[in-house]
């Protein structure tokens, strides 16, 4: 049987807690907008309690986005549960997600509080939540590096008190996936009332594993990835939504999986960050980045232009592309430059393609990628120079 997975979209908080993305107010509204448009279950807007533009952004997105649950992260404090109750009167649809860190570091070191202090915070502070939130996801900080007895305590105490969703996060991106599957397996066998919640998987992205690792999380038994659009986040970013989104698309047969996410509507997610950041994804970046449906290399291009399978496993449409795209540059061959020069208007063969296409390897040697303006004006002056 396919299973339905939760998108928690986390571009907002985690994905603007990184160096370099902060976002003004407006800019949050119109990612939230795209997010929205992409069909998302749930948007963690913000820290309500973080600062007043975060307290403001997180109420606007509740009060203007219809369709996705809205979210505000809080620390089990109350004036932080107060602080997004507040943020988020006007949602009709909203969800508090607290989190405390259980792990031996995280206790002894940031929290300086024993292993029964954190217990008994968690169960107090998700009481007090169930009083202002119907919707509340406790998450586990640093759960993976969290003994599996406290953080199975933890997480039993959590569901008792009433959240809804049990998130543990990969914080420093330490996992690997069949770790990770293990540990959601235990999970998913050991926690009370585990049949009544949703867990839910949190990945960093610092070994370049959140995608592999959320996904295997979902193997092990959870029904929620937390992610970002771009996979902007702490350090080198959390899991990719739309990696994520289009590997349970893509291998539907491995994964048996579905979302409810517009994939059509990926890019235009994409770019509302990257303008509401003013910072693009590299340009090879899966499913994103410049290059992810381009093509510059003859032996490519010629297998693309024949059958675009050859080289490619999605729909550039799929995506939210019009198409893929055909580079020309110093690897590029022939077929390529014929069938620019044709969508151009010049029908090249024969001799006057040899002609063209020796002219345009030393153009590209010159300057790299040659785009449609500066391939005819070289078969332009070609032209003019074969007719004088
Ligand atoms: O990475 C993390 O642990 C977090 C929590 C606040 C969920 O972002
Ligand atoms: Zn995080």
Known sequence: MTRQITIFDTTLRDGEQAPGFSMSEA?????????????????????????????????????????????????????????????????????????????????????????????????????????????????????????????????????????????????????????????????????????????????????????????????????QIECTVNGIGERAGNCALEDAVMAIRTRRDVFNLTTNVDSRQIMAASRALSKATNTHPPRNKAIVGANAFAHESGIHQHGVLKNRETYEIMKPEDVGLSSNQIVLGKHSGKHALAARAKELGWSLDGERLQTAFDAFKVLADEIGLVDSGQLSALLERLESGAQG
């Open 27 to 223: 800019g949050k509204l119109s990612v939230a907008r795209a997010l929205q448009a992409l069909n998302v279950d749930v948007i963690e807007a913000g820290f309500a309690a973080a600062s007043p533009g975060d307290f403001k952004a997180v109420e606007r997105i509740g009060q203007e986005i219809e369709g996705p649950a809205i979210c505000s992260l809080a620390r089990t404090t109350p004036g932080d549960i107060d602080a997004a109750a507040r943020a988020l009167k006007d949602a009709p649809h909203k969800r508090l997600h607290i989190f405390l860190g259980t792990s031996p570091l995280h206790r002894e070191f940031k929290l300086n509080m024993t292993p029964d202090e954190v217990l008994t915070r968690i169960k107090d502070m998700v009481e007090l939540a169930r009083t202002h939130f119907d919707d509340v996801e406790f998450s586990a900080e640093d759960a993976i590096r969290t003994e599996r007895g406290f953080l199975v305590e933890a997480l039993s105490i959590a569901a008792e008190a009433g959240a809804k969703t049990l998130n543990v996060p990969d914080t420093v991106g330490y996992s690997t996936p069949d770790e990770i599957y293990q540990l959601f397996k235990h999970l998913t066998e050991k926690v009370s009332k585990a049949n009544e919640v949703t867990f839910s998987a949190h990945c960093h992205d610092d070994l370049g594993m959140a995608v592999a690792n959320s996904l295997a999380a979902v193997r092990g038994g959870a029904r």
